[in-house]
């Protein structure tokens, strides 16, 4: 997500929110349209998926959830009053994390809301820092998937780490122990662990791209499957480097387990902060 659709989401979101009785809060009305929903329908059917997480943790839920009216125009100066809740930072995060973090407004929520002091650089970093996780993540599964698929062709855990590396030499033309080095990352260490989100997603889509091909040209063998990594890779380096990216020249990442502590540990905190909305007068 760029640096300009975030300030513009932090600005909108920060135009909705509001105070009651010193507790701020958002209309859920206004919170739903900012997040993608086009059907009220549909985001009450995540609020209350929200409202069950909120339950779960011990919390009482008509306090983070508090249901109110709003009034709303209708054509030719009318009103009428529909429902509305009222929902506290917390209520918001729960609502984000239940919804479809693929969609930018959800993400960004989701990070929104977890960041207390609601600055800019603040949450542009944190969604930074999960993307990035969310990236290795997928890398794993996407690796664990071809390993399996690959096993099945006659390549075995050791085949697979050959595979593997000259795939790496073929995206990043260096080997995998001296860009290890460059990257001053443990040899121990797998080397996505310290690879920029973009490098993450080239291996990512370079091993999702092999284990596709694996299959639809029926190979078997570590030669033919060795040679299609490495060609999915060369691939993959040929549409960066023509946007001017050499992903060997870009420099180290974070160690991402530092970056998966950090964000598990704002996520626990965002957790802790169940700031209550006190309750509606009868």
Known sequence: MKTEEIKELFKQFESIVCDYNGVECWSARELHKLLGYVQWRNFLATVDKAKSACENAGENVQYHF????????????????????????????????????????????????????????????????????????????????????????????????????????????????????????????????????ISIKAKDLAAEMTSVNVQTKDLYGQEPIEKE??????????MLVSRGIYPEQLPPAEDIKKVERRVAKEEKEILKDKTKLPKIPE
């Open 66 to 197: 508090a249901d109110v009216s709003k009034m709303i125009e209708l054509a030719k100066g009318a009103k009428r009053e529909v429902d509305n809740i009222l929902l506290t930072r917390y209520a918001c995060y729960l609502v984000a994390q239940n919804g479809d973090s693929r969609k930018p407004e959800i993400a960004f929520a989701q990070n929104y809301f977890a960041v207390q002091t609601r600055r800019a650089e603040l949450i542009e970093q944190r969604l930074l820092d999960y993307e990035r996780v969310q990236a290795r993540a997928k890398l794993a599964e996407t690796e664990k998937v071809l390993s399996g698929v690959l096993y099945e062709r006659g390549v075995d855990s050791k085949g697979f780490a050959i595979i593997r590396s000259k795939g790496d030499k073929a995206l990043f033309h260096i080997d995998t122990k001296l860009l290890k080095r460059k990257l001053k990352a443990p040899a121990s260490r797998p080397l996505a662990d310290f690879l920029p989100t």
């Open 229 to 238: 990594h490495v060609d999915n890779n060369s691939a993959v380096r040929d």
